[in-house]
């Protein structure tokens, strides 16, 4: 009974040519450098923070919103992670419906590539040294700020805010970009965008809140595609 059948073609010797990989590499390095010389100093983050944040009351008025704290920092994540059970699902159960063994295995290397991206975001963020913004001085907190690749004055505990890890639970559907890339251009497209913008969605929640910076959310995007990359790079060869 075939209840998954898709027009995958016959499978070739790489699902992307290498000069894809070194252009997206090449972009990932001026992204980089761009991120670090426009946000590393926090200016531009903490001028955008003070738009969500009450120095009367010394607090984000929207920490505890509901859509905010419940839709947006629980629901959208159970969304990603249904999308996420379902590439697993298809990876592994495809083949016994009908869907063909290449497809089934772009969806299993998907799944890993959302898992590692996911998990490389949060390492990330347990060896970061800084601070959510709803921690700092500045805005009510306790904690001085620290420029990215600072260090943290003697005596200061580490914030372990860098990057933003609700952010990255939408930037893993990017992943799915990669089912679909040479086979469905438009729906890989799509998917390539949607996770974007869905992390993008996620990240900007978690700003209003003062749980992250602008930086937070940009770097977290930055890391998941950079570990996507590695990760089809390196395993996506038959």
Not at 5 to 30: I, K, S
Not at 48 to 61: E, G, K, Y
Not at 123 to 138: I, T
Request: net charge positive; with cysteine.
């Amino acid at each position: 009974m075939k209840l998954l059948t898709l027009p995958w073609r016959a499978p070739r010797a790489t699902l992307l040519p290498a000069a894809f990989y070194r252009r997206q590499w090449a972009l990932l390095a001026v992204l980089a450098a761009l991120f670090y010389a426009v946000l590393g100093d926090g200016r531009l983050d903490h001028w955008l923070a003070a738009f969500s944040f009450d120095p009367l009351s010394q607090h984000f008025p929207l920490q505890h919103n509901w859509w905010l704290e419940y839709v947006n920092h629980v629901w959208l994540k159970d969304v990603s992670i249904v999308i996420g059970v379902a590439a697993l699902g298809l990876g592994v159960f495809g083949p016994r419906f009908g869907l063909d063994a290449e497809a089934a295995r772009r969806w299993r290397l998907a799944c890993a590539a959302m898992v590692v991206g996911s998990l490389s975001v949060s390492l990330l963020k347990q060896a970061s040294p800084y601070h959510c913004p709803w921690d700092l001085l500045e805005f009510g907190g306790h904690a001085p700020y620290v420029p990215l690749l600072a260090s943290l004055p003697a005596g200061v505990s580490a914030g372990k805010c860098f990057p933003a890890g609700h952010a990255s639970g939408g930037f893993v559907l990017m992943a799915l970009y990669f089912v679909y890339a040479g086979e469905r251009p438009r729906l890989a497209q799509a998917w390539l965008w949607g996770g974007l913008a869905f992390g993008l969605l996620m990240g900007v929640g978690q700003q209003l809140r003062g749980a992250h910076f602008l930086s937070h959310t940009l770097w977290s995007g930055w890391v998941v595609w950079a570990t996507m990359l590695a990760v089809n790079q390196l395993l996506g060869r038959r």
